[in-house]
């Protein structure tokens, strides 16, 4: 949760490349599942719940059982053109690592 928060730092590089921002999170909308309670936020980009973990097994980034995880999407980052194809994707061998939002702002750029 804690990228959430860095991507809030994000918003007007995302307006001034007219691009849009979604976040997807692998999880069913419970008090036990967002403690924090981070995904009822207002935010400027809409957290979306994947609970049946369809679009996560779709990109490739469902993680079924391992050392640190179960049942859960590793950490991914895609960005989209605007032809829809997929321009750019990060996707984390791990729970902990995150793509650098310079990384991400740089794809924005090329797409």
């Known amino acids: 949760m804690k990228q959430l928060a860095q991507l809030e730092s994000v918003e007007e590089a995302f307006r001034k490349r007219q691009a849009a921002l979604w976040a997807i999170a692998a999880q069913k909308a419970s008090p036990l599942s967002d403690p924090a309670g981070l995904l009822q936020k207002p935010r400027w980009f809409p957290i979306l719940l994947d609970t049946n973990r369809r ?4 990109y490739g980034v469902y993680h079924a059982l391992g050392v640190d995880a179960f049942r859960i ?28 939002l310079e990384d991400l702002l740089s794809a924005l750029e090329k797409a």
Do not use: H, L, M, W
């Open 55 to 58: 679009v996560t097994k779709a």
């Open 73 to 100: 999407a590793r950490p991914a980052a895609f960005v989209v053109g605007r032809d829809g194809r997929i321009a750019f994707s990060f996707v984390s061998s791990n729970q902990f690592e995150r793509v650098a």
